[in-house]
Nanobody, 123 residues
Framework: QLQLVESGGGLVQPGGSLRLSCAASGFTRDSYAIGWFRQAPGKEREGVSCISSSGDIANYADFVKGRFAISRDNAQNTVYLQMNSLKPEDTAIYYC????????????????WGQGTQVTVSS
């Protein structure tokens, strides 16, 4: 059974940085793209970023372009989301998700979700 576990969330001041990790185990197919979503209180879940199974394709939502960077270490089955220049509006629970491709991620076609990690940006 595919399992995803996020870590790395926390409290950070505006302008600060965090790196989220998504550790995957129990793959039932050869490869997955991994996407990040976030959900703030009272708001709908939104896609943040996605990386292809090989790591050669990365997609970003417009509101994080130039600030966030996604990467993956397939030897460690881990995907990272480096978040820089954080803003209070980045406060949310961040979830990673396994998806067949980043195109599927954009369509919301998700095979498995992690439990989420809280990111709070506040002074």
């Amino acid at each position: 059974q595919l399992q995803l576990v996020e870590s790395g969330g926390g409290l950070v001041q505006p302008g600060g940085s965090l790196r989220l990790s998504c550790a995957a185990s129990g793959f039932t197919r050869d490869s997955y793209a991994i996407g990040w979503f976030r959900q703030a209180p009272g708001k709908e879940r939104e896609g943040v970023s996605c990386i292809s199974s090989s790591g050669d394709i990365a997609n970003y939502a417009d509101f994080v372009k130039g600030r966030f960077a996604i990467s993956r270490d397939n030897a460690q089955n881990t995907v990272y989301l480096q978040m820089n220049s954080l803003k209070p509006e980045d406060t949310a629970i961040y979830y990673c998700a396994a998806t067949p491709s980043c195109r599927s991620w954009r369509l919301g076609q998700i095979d498995s979700w992690g439990q989420g990690t809280q990111v709070t940006v506040s002074s």
